[in-house]
Nanobody, 121 residues
Framework: VQLQASGGGLVRAGGSLRLSCAASGLTFSTYAMGWFRQAPGKEREFVATINWSGSFRSYADSMKGRFTIPRDNAKNTVDLQMNSLKAEDTAVYYC???????????????WGQGTLVTVSS
């Protein structure tokens, strides 16, 4: 399984950014996908997850209403659309795959390399 995250960068507070994760080496349409993040000195935390079909999505409380997690099973991609960004959203963002849906990063066994998002205040 290979997951390639991209789209990170520097953005001003209040701005938007869209991350993308391209997956290969798996039957993508049968996997739950997730986005997680890790800020300096902090543990990796749950951001959003989506089930295999896209019919169920879950978001961390602080991301609800600001972030969305669309997936395209035809293109083997899962994105993270981030709006109304805040300085505290600064972190390395990782995409991950799991055969069945979960929220805990410890339950995910396939990870991308991460992409850095920096939000300036």
């Amino acid at each position: 399984v290979q997951l390639q995250a991209s789209g990170g960068g520097l953005v001003r507070a209040g701005g938007s950014l869209r991350l993308s994760c391209a997956a290969s080496g798996l039957t993508f349409s049968t996997y739950a996908m997730g986005w997680f993040r890790q800020a300096p000195g902090k543990e990796r935390e749950f951001v959003a997850t989506i089930n295999w079909s896209g019919s169920f999505r879950s978001y961390a409380d602080s991301m609800k209403g600001r972030f969305t997690i669309p997936r395209d099973n035809a293109k083997n991609t899962v994105d993270l659309q981030m709006n109304s960004l805040k300085a505290e959203d600064t972190a390395v963002y990782y995409c991950a795959a799991r055969k069945s849906w979960a929220n805990n990063p410890r339950d995910f066994d396939s990870w991308g390399q991460g992409t850095l998002v920096t939000v300036s205040s």
